[in-house]
Each structure stands twice: as structure tokens, then as C-alpha cells.
Nanobody, 124 residues
Framework: QVQLVESGGGLVQAGGSLRLSCAASGRTFSNYAMGWFRQAPGKEREFVAAISRRGGRTYYVDSVKGRFTISRDNAKNTVYLQMNSLKPEDSAVYCC?????????????????WGQGTQVTVSS
């Protein structure tokens, strides 16, 4: 089992930045591909970004490309999501997730473990 705990959410004005962190404990962190998803009220959970086990490959939903950056530090068992130029439509609960297999990076069902999430609110 892997336990995931997110932090770093908050309230920010449009155009501002936040850095989310997801700390993992349990099994070997580098065995898992990691992803960030978000869910706004009344909407389905949406893929945001993912990173491969060693960090060599990253993936983003089109709406965040050029603004968000996913990274990981396997020595610290932590994955990050740097969010710049935030927009009100980025407001959501952001969750990190761990994939022990080799499923589709954007597919919610590919991920085996989930954190509780952290709220991000962007005011206009």
C-alpha cells in the first residue's frame, strides 16, 4: 500500500502561482508512475498531469500545457505540481495518484492509490 498526502492548495488571484506537493509513504516510491487529477463541483474528475517512474517523461492535459509543471523527487518520495498563470477555471480539488502498473496515464482507472486532495481556488 501507498499513502499519499497532498499539500499546498489555497486561495490565489488569477495570474498567480501555487505549488502542490504530494508526499508518499509505504512502498518504494520510484515503483509508481504518478499523476495529478482535479475535480470541480458538479464535474467529473479530470486528468491534469503525470510523470513516469524516473521522471523522464511528463504528460499534460492541453488546458494546462505551458502553465503547469509536474516533477518528482524520488529521494524525498514526493511529487510536485507547479501551477503558474492560474485561471478561475483551474479551481478544483487536486488529488495525486499512484499507478503501480502501466496503464493509460490520463485514465482514472489506471491509478491504484489516491490522496484525499487539496483545494485550489482561483479568484478573478
Amino acid at each position: 500500500q501507498v499513502q499519499l498526502v497532498e499539500s499546498g492548495g489555497g486561495l490565489v488571484q488569477a495570474g498567480g502561482s501555487l505549488r502542490l506537493s504530494c508526499a508518499a509513504s509505504g512502498r518504494t516510491f520510484s515503483n509508481y508512475a504518478m499523476g495529478w487529477f482535479r475535480q470541480a463541483p458538479g464535474k467529473e474528475r479530470e486528468f491534469v498531469a503525470a510523470i513516469s517512474r524516473r521522471g523522464g517523461r511528463t504528460y499534460y492535459v492541453d488546458s494546462v500545457k505551458g502553465r503547469f509543471t509536474i516533477s518528482r523527487d524520488n529521494a524525498k518520495n514526493t511529487v510536485y505540481l507547479q501551477m503558474n498563470s492560474l485561471k478561475p477555471e483551474d479551481s478544483a480539488v487536486y488529488c495525486c495518484a499512484a499507478d503501480q502498473g502501466y496503464g493509460s496515464t490520463w485514465d482514472v482507472d489506471s491509478y491504484d492509490y489516491w490522496g484525499q486532495g487539496t483545494q485550489v481556488t482561483v479568484s478573478s
